[in-house]
């Protein structure tokens, strides 16, 4: 008798009955059932019931070794005890005092201390509030109105920010922004010099130039160094201010970030993620002169007509407040960005090892404590082996196998490893073992699609 073979998508199914409910449920009540893009999955998204460490548990009862940690914001692993004790010692004395308090004044100044050549911070609720936030403080600062973007580099969700991220470039991600906010943004290639002074050159109308500075969406793009430290030179001559968006990489890829790991500082500079320890949050920081413009004169006419407004009902927050406190402690020398960094070369290296071994069409990189995965190179015609100038970004933000990305996440999950859809990323609570057996379940899944021709 001959054994007929289970489809990845059926396993998928009978393993996670609870989940599949829920979401059946959740497509009734929540617009789309889901409350991030970034969490659609195909059939449909795990339920998560319990996480701890570097562990989290579905509702159906399977355990996962978790490479989304709070979407990157978990770096010390989910529930960390410290954390823990903070948030629960600040929840028995309010969560809202609607007035100031004195952990948003420590909070401030852990955040200035680990940054370098930061003077002033605005705590505001979360990543995409904080790029929204910087923008306008670069365009009063300069009394113009056009921000540089560059393609494949996401800020967030707002209006400006959905411009130039996926192919094709010139349209946004999403229906429902005016030509009048896209008008403000001039889209450019990155790591293209030529472009981007071809873009700039003969205009006097340029506030500034937002991007991540770790590479265009959490280094799926990966960064030419050479053409930051030109863009630094650049930005300071012109007068435009040069905004680095570290809400990933911002303690993670050192205690003061990217501008830490390639000794170039930026003017403004958004956080959020680790920042406020798992709990939401976000903040934007830079020089006195530029940040003072938030602050109220004496003078009425400066309050009303040149000042930057800014408000949100739970900036600096008491309970993130404390998570983020504690967390920055714990982060202020270095040693936990080391670890998760060791963590990322050995799972980047197992990887490709697997990926070597079964000649699979698809190749692992990335930086730091995040990993890169693309399928296809080989059929796509991508040279990852190149220097990052001749990387094809729209092919790298194109993801033409985006099928394949979702069994094998499926595959994955069937295996014990919750990785999303095109990077990982990794924390200090993340063990050898973890990585080991990670490693162990990409090289199932990899041979569980093979078996059924979709790798
Ligand atoms: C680089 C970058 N900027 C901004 C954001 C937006 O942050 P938030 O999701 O907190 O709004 C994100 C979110 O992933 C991000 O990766």
Redesign the pocket.
Known sequence: MTKTRVSIEEQFRRAHPRSEALFHRAKAAIAGGIT?D?RHLLPFPIYVDRAGGSRKWDVDGHELIDYWVG???LFLGHAHPTVQQAVGNQLGRGTHYGACHGLEVRWAEAVLKLMARTERIRFV???????LLAIRLARAATGKDKIVKFEG?????HDY?VAGVRPPFDRPVSAGVPQGVLAGLLICPPNNWDAFAALTSGRDDVAGVIL?P?GG??GTIPTDRNFLVRLREFTRAQGMVLIF?????GFRFAPGGAQQRYEIHADLT?L??ILAGGL???AVVGSAEIMDQLAFRDDSVWNREDRVAHAGTFNANPLSAAAGIATLELLADGQAQAKADRAGVILRTGIAEVIEKLAVDACVYGESSIINLFLGPRRHGLDISGPVSRLDHRLLMGHPNLEAYHLLRCALILHGVDLPLFHGWLSAAHSDEDLEKTIRAFEAAVRLMRDEGSL
């Open positions: 991030h970034i979407h990157g914001a609720g979360s990543g995409t509030e904080a790029t580099h996401f800020h967030g969700w920010a991540e770790g969406s959490s968006d570290e809400v990933i990489t958004t959020a993620k939401p949050g976000g």
